[in-house]
């Protein structure tokens, strides 16, 4: 507000308290949001030139519509041939093969058959017609290798650039779906070329497929002829050999194998039948040497001759004991049964004899049979021994034989199922969605780029906002003074408007007419500038609120030290402190106390110009003796306020060494004993020696800083220069304070809290 809590405060330590570059360091949200607001006019500048750009970019952009076709490249599509093993197989799932096919559809030769189907050669869309800029080009431009084409040449290449600069091919994440996308100023026609890229792309899969069926059926036909050779000679080579070894194969095995097994087989019965047939010679020889009955052996049981006579034998035996029982034994019946059963007898043994002696026929048989087969079998045994060798050499060539034809069997049934594919050929992909007619143009979304345009024109406009303002090293608030400086901030004086001002010139202007422009006194307060008899002319004001936060800085120092003489000073010119130093000393007049302002600022009198422009004399004619201080002294009745001014003269350029001598000294040592408060309005700092000579002379320094225009640098070398009397500084105040703005960097000093008292104050005043 009018003053700043420091002035109660003592002066603080520079060392100890924190700088704004270590408060800077911690995120203020709020403090973001004030740069923000105080940097509106940047961040509107850049965000509406960019807006205005693209406005202006959508109006006179060309139109464009995009047709999208979308195409499924499938790998796993089964061929329409259902072949065991194709020829040309399908290729991969991989994402290489898919964008392998993605760069195919926005291949030349695809784009190429495109533009001589639908003539976009001829479309001024594609090849626009040349213009003089474009003429010139070309007579500048040296030769080129095209130029040896036709004109018709160069105008489809041309036509085919342009169609893949309209072209876009955009696989659908990591799926198998590819988007066909074509920009073009007619939506029909960019739907008709996104369809016929797609016709195009299908087309050159079935060619480069028909060309690789052909190119192996043509080196199959090659590879069967050889096969067939091959195969006639090895199987020729078998026979031969076959033929010169003797080896006559039936039904897989050669002869010489076959007739060992059949003589093996028939040595095996031979022995078994050997064996048998020693077995009956040797179950007779028993019997006979043990005295058995040769009757008893199983081939006189099983003899069906014998077993009639034995038959016969019993019947007669039966006959013989009935005749005998009834008619004796002497009977002649008796004794022919007796004869007939000899006779059977005999021809039994007769029987049993001849079965014995063909027993022993059949051993010595089947023994010399068996013998024989044993002696054919060693005999082919020994053939076939000799003809192994042969037999190795046989199946070798044998093998051969069957891996040639094996080999040619598979090449041919390859080269028929490549035959039947060769005019069955199909694409490995086809169309999902085809492009239809877009309604909506794509290009220019109007909506987006204004948005977007309008977007980045604020990060843009942020972004310079907080580098301006980080740049800007110049003091804003009474909190940025005071931890620069290290000294107390007294009061922000307000920058009065400039109408209010306007009108007080023009009343001013009326009494213009009855004042003596050669009157060497004080001008009459209309005449004077308003500024600076503004504090007691509007005491309700925020401006001289602000004065009076100084005056009552100053009446603070009294009651702790002598104070008289308050020098007012800058760090560089232009800062206001002319306007501070003539309003403070009106406004501490008012109060009664005896009060002298002094214009030391003899290079630039800007009080004395303000206040009494035909002043004769002053403080430096006093100074040096020239005229008493009595009659340099002028008197403002309105207010009791006493004026040493400062007229410009032949010995100004001598001011420095004046500020330095003992006469000026002098001079204030009398002010002194006349006045309760002596103020100086001093030359700036930075630029001149003499403020810094007259803070000798001061009790109290307050060190004026225009707001939004003094830089850091300049106000910390006018402190460093007033170190020798550091301790004398009261504070600063910032002067030409923009309320309005201040309260985007120290809203609680703004005229956010102090309007409403200042339109009690206007109130009041209309009432009264």
């Given at each position: 507000m009018l003053r700043h809590n420091s002035e109660y405060l003592p002066v603080p330590d520079i060392e100890a308290s924190p700088t704004h570059d270590e408060r800077a360091k911690t995120v203020d949200l709020r403090e973001i949001a004030r740069i923000l607001l105080?940097?509106?006019?940047?961040?509107?500048?850049?965000?509406?030139?960019?807006?205005?750009?693209?406005?202006?970019?959508?109006?006179?952009?060309?139109?464009?519509?995009?047709?999208?076709?979308?195409?499924?490249?499938?790998?796993?599509?089964?061929?329409?041939?259902?072949?065991?093993?194709?020829?040309?197989?399908?290729?991969?799932?991989?994402?290489?093969?898919?964008?392998?096919?993605?760069?195919?559809?926005?291949?030349?030769?695809?784009?190429?058959?495109?533009?001589?189907?639908?003539?976009?050669?001829?479309?001024?869309?594609?090849?626009?017609?040349?213009?003089?800029?474009?003429?010139?080009?070309?007579?500048?431009?040296?030769?080129?290798?095209?130029?040896?084409?036709?004109?018709?040449?160069?105008?489809?290449?041309?036509?085919?650039?342009?169609?893949?600069q309209r072209l876009k091919v955009v696989r659908q994440g990591t799926t198998f779906l590819v988007d066909v996308n074509v920009n073009s100023e007619s939506p029909a026609k960019a739907a008709d070329i996104a369809n016929k890229l797609a016709e195009a792309y299908f087309e050159e899969q079935v060619r480069a497929k028909y060309e690789a069926t052909r190119i192996a059926a043509g080196w199959l036909s090659g590879q069967i002829e050889n096969l067939k050779k091959r195969v006639t000679l090895s199987e020729k080579a078998v026979e031969d050999f076959r033929s010169a070894n003797n080896l006559t194969v039936s039904q897989g095995v050669t002869v010489n194998d076959q007739q060992i097994t059949d003589l093996?087989?028939?040595?095996?019965?031979?022995?078994?039948?050997?064996?048998?047939?020693?077995?009956?010679?040797?179950?007779?020889?028993?019997?006979?040497?043990a005295g058995g009955d040769p009757g008893a052996m199983n081939a006189a049981i099983s003899?069906?001759?014998?077993?009639?006579?034995?038959?016969?034998?019993?019947?007669?035996?039966?006959?013989?004991?009935?005749?005998?029982?009834?008619?004796?034994?002497?009977?002649?019946?008796?004794?022919?049964?007796?004869?007939?059963?000899?006779?059977t007898q005999r021809l039994i043994n007769d029987e049993i004899r001849r079965i014995v002696e063909s027993t022993r026929h059949d051993y010595d048989v089947a023994l010399s049979r068996e013998t024989s087969l044993q002696k054919s079998f060693e005999e082919l045994q020994g053939v076939s021994n000799t003809s192994n060798q042969a037999l190795i050499q046989l199946h070798e060539l044998r093998r051969e034989a069957e891996a040639n034809?094996?080999?040619?069997?598979?090449?041919?049934?390859?080269?028929?199922?490549?035959?039947?594919?060769?005019?069955?050929?199909?694409?490995?992909?086809?169309v999902v969605t085809k492009a239809s007619i877009p309604i909506n143009p794509s290009f220019p979304k109007s909506t987006l780029i204004v948005g977007l345009a309008l977007a980045l024109g604020l990060g843009i406009g942020s972004a310079a906002a907080f580098l301006v303002d980080y740049l800007d090293r110049r003091v804003k608030t009474l909190d940025d003074a005071a931890a620069l400086l290290g000294v107390p901030a007294l009061a922000a004086v307000p920058l009065v408007d400039a109408r209010d001002l306007a009108g007080r010139a023009k009343r001013g202007r009326e009494m213009l007419g009855r004042h003596d422009p050669t009157a060497t006194g004080l001008l009459p307060p209309p005449l004077q500038p308003p500024l600076m008899r503004y504090a007691i002319e509007e005491p309700a004001s925020f401006f001289a609120e602000s004065i009076r936060a100084i005056r009552l800085a100053i009446q603070r120092a009294l009651r702790i030290k002598p104070v008289q003489i308050i020098l007012v000073t800058s760090a560089i010119d232009n800062e206001g402190k002319t306007t501070v130093a003539v309003n403070l000393a009106l406004s501490l007049a008012t109060l009664g106390i005896r009060t002298l302002l002094v214009d030391c600022d003899m290079r630039n009198p800007e009080t004395t110009r303000s206040l009494c422009?035909?002043?004769?004399?002053?403080?430096?004619?006093?100074?040096?003796?020239?005229?008493?201080?009595?009659?340099?002294?002028?008197?403002?009745?309105?207010?009791?306020?006493?004026?040493?001014?400062?007229?410009?003269?032949?010995?100004?350029?001598?001011?420095?060494?004046?500020?330095?001598?003992?006469?000026?000294?002098?001079?204030?040592?009398?002010?002194?004993?006349?006045?309760?408060?002596?103020?100086?309005?001093?030359?700036?700092?930075?630029?001149?020696?003499d403020g810094r000579a007259l803070a000798e002379q001061a009790d109290q320094i307050v060190l004026a800083l225009a707001w939004d225009k003094t830089p850091r640098d300049a106000a910390l070398d006018a402190v460093d220069m007033l170190a020798p009397v550091h301790d004398r500084i009261l504070g600063t105040v910032l002067t030409r304070v923009d309320l309005h703005r201040l309260r985007h960097y120290d809203y609680y000093s703004s005229s956010a809290y102090i309007k409403p008292y200042t339109d009690f104050s206007l109130r009041r005043g209309a009432a009264l």
């Open positions: 105080r940097r509106w006019h940047i961040i509107g500048t850049i965000a509406g030139a960019l807006t205005l750009a693209a406005l202006i970019f959508v109006i006179s952009a060309t139109t464009q519509y995009t047709a999208t076709s979308t195409i499924l490249v499938d790998p796993r599509r089964a061929n329409v041939v259902d072949t065991t093993q194709a020829v040309l197989t399908n290729f991969g799932t991989d994402d290489a093969t898919i964008e392998s096919q993605v760069l195919l559809i926005k291949s030349v030769a695809i784009l190429r058959r495109v533009v001589e189907r639908m003539k976009l050669a001829e479309d001024e869309e594609f090849v626009p017609p040349p213009t003089m800029l474009g003429t010139i080009k070309r007579l500048l431009r040296p030769s080129s290798p095209s130029s040896g084409l036709s004109a018709e040449e160069i105008s489809t290449n041309r036509a085919v650039d342009a169609l893949q093996n087989n028939r040595l095996i019965d031979a022995r078994v039948q050997t064996a048998e047939a020693r077995a009956k010679f040797d179950q007779i020889q028993q019997m006979a040497k003899s069906d001759i014998i077993t009639k006579l034995r038959t016969q034998y019993a019947d007669i035996a039966k006959s013989r004991a009935d005749l005998s029982a009834r008619y004796g034994e002497r009977h002649p019946l008796v004794a022919n049964v007796r004869a007939q059963l000899q006779d034809r094996t080999q040619y069997e598979s090449y041919l049934a390859r080269y028929k199922e490549t035959s039947a594919q060769e005019t069955l050929e199909m694409p490995d992909s086809r422009p035909r002043a004769r004399t002053g403080l430096l004619h006093v100074a040096l003796g020239n005229e008493p201080i009595e009659r340099a002294i002028l008197v403002d009745r309105s207010s009791g306020l006493s004026v040493l001014p400062a007229p410009v003269n032949a010995y100004s350029h001598a001011t420095s060494e004046l500020m330095f001598s003992d006469k000026i000294s002098a001079v204030f040592e009398h002010l002194r004993q006349r006045y309760e408060l002596i103020i100086l309005d001093c030359p700036p700092l930075l630029p001149l020696v």
